[in-house]
């Protein structure tokens, strides 16, 4: 990692000051949100619903075609 | 006390509130909040297309939004836009320089940009009017290679560089709109947040940052990992930031609450991670690593639920579509595999 002069120094207490100045939100309520949302999208997921899969542009369509 | 010395101190006096405010904050973790959620499954999944035809190590993929399209770089000096589904060649771009490390494709779907040890970031018009790709830009300023690139738009794009900054550009004028600098170590990743308003970088100073696009500040540092962290990437609802590092684990922090969150490691994974990429639910994250494999993680449960295995050498990069429905891993081993 570099070795910082004065002016970088500063820039970086600045920074600091600013990062110590943002509103933190109690982790009971985000993540609690945040377990919500994922669980939510459960069935919205195509890896996790083989229902979502079953129409797969990928996996070749059967090799006969009638024509 | 030399002025060198004050700021030291009083660097180290802010990061000690910024630990107490984290704390304060702390009347939860994830393991708790998901406690009552039941493990996913195993995910099991199978290589449905192999896309041959570059000739050297992949460094880069990217999916077009359409989930269809996807760009590829290799060190055999070539882009190559791909359709996943017929695994044609849609476009081979020869490079000016083949030490090429990263590539995107823009949301329209009317650029590709790449770059690498020549410091630039090159970005080539698939919808020329006579129907060549040609370099309509090549943005230069960093004095490091360029370790990643993202479009905002088909006129803003967002550099990182191994000189230790991030660079917003203005592609149609060619020059700088904004530095983020801060970091100190190579940047090695960056991601944009679903709304264009935030990205976050990763670097070898073992941090990642949020930095707000607009004002050029850094809004937040996240430290913990114990090596360069090499992939970053947004939780889908833009509220989380997901790292991948030499210190072979992944981790989840928390952007509301400023914390780390969860880490995914398990004792027999000693390599390094590669690249990553989440499910569209989040629910899902795949991993590459260093020893040759992608291992899939319940992110709420931080147990491992999956791997997929079937490159020959290390997978140095991976993407999950727009519409969740495919995943392409990227590999020195020079093919590119689409699974689901």
């Not at chain 2, 990182?160 to 170590?185: R, V």
């Not at chain 2, 899902?284 to 494999?293: E, H, K, M, S």
Request: charged share 20%; aromatic share 8%; with cysteine.
């Amino acid at each position: 990692m570099e070795e910082l002069d004065v002016p970088q120094m500063k820039r970086e207490v600045e920074s600091l000051q600013r990062q110590l100045g943002m509103g933190r939100e109690k982790a009971s309520v985000t993540v609690t949100e945040l377990v919500k949302w994922v669980e939510g999208g459960y069935c919205e997921d195509p890896f996790l619903n083989p229902e979502l899969m079953r129409a797969n542009p990928w996996v070749e369509k059967s090799k006969c075609v009638i024509l | 006390m030399g002025e060198m010395e004050q700021l030291r101190k009083e660097a180290d006096a802010l990061k000690d509130q910024i630990t107490a405010a984290r704390k304060a904050v702390q009347d939860t973790t994830l393991e708790e909040a998901a406690a009552g959620v039941a493990v996913v499954g195993r995910v099991q999944m199978k290589t449905r297309k192999t896309l041959r035809g570059h000739l050297a190590k992949i460094y880069a993929m990217h999916w077009a939004t359409d989930s269809k399209l996807c760009v590829s770089a290799s060190q055999d000096g070539k882009l190559i836009v791909w359709d996943s589904i017929t695994t044609n060649k849609v476009n081979a771009i020869p490079l000016k320089s083949s030490w090429v490390m990263t590539c995107a494709y823009a949301p329209s779907g009317n650029l590709v940009a790449c770059g690498g040890l020549d410091n630039m970031c090159s970005i080539y018009n698939l919808k020329g009017k006579d129907g060549n790709v040609k370099v309509m830009r090549e943005l230069a300023a960093h004095t490091g290679y360029l370790s990643c690139c993202r479009f905002i738009s088909d006129t803003e794009i967002i550099t990182s560089s191994g000189d230790c900054t991030c660079i917003l550009w203005d592609i149609e004028t060619g020059t700088q709109k904004t530095s983020f600098a801060g970091h100190q170590g190579d940047c090695m990743s960056l991601a944009v947040s679903p709304d264009f308003s935030y990205f976050i970088s990763g670097a070898c100073d073992f941090t990642a940052k949020l930095w707000d696009i607009r004002d050029g500040n850094c809004r937040q540092t996240f430290a913990g990992h114990e090596s360069d962290i090499n992939a970053i990437g947004f939780f889908p609802n833009g509220q989380a930031v997901i790292t991948g590092s030499d210190d072979a684990t992944c981790k989840l922090y928390d952007l509301r609450a400023d914390q780390e969150l969860i880490t995914y490691q398990d004792s027999s994974i000693m390599c390094g991670v590669t690249s990553l990429a989440p499910s569209l639910s989040g629910r899902l994250i795949l991993a590459g690593y260093d020893d040759f494999n992608v291992n899939i993680w319940d992110s709420l449960k931080a147990e491992r639920v999956g791997a997929l295995a079937g490159h020959d050498n290390r997978v140095s990069c991976i993407g999950v579509s727009a519409d969740g429905m495919a995943c392409c891993t990227g590999s020195w081993d020079s093919f590119l595999k689409i699974w689901n």
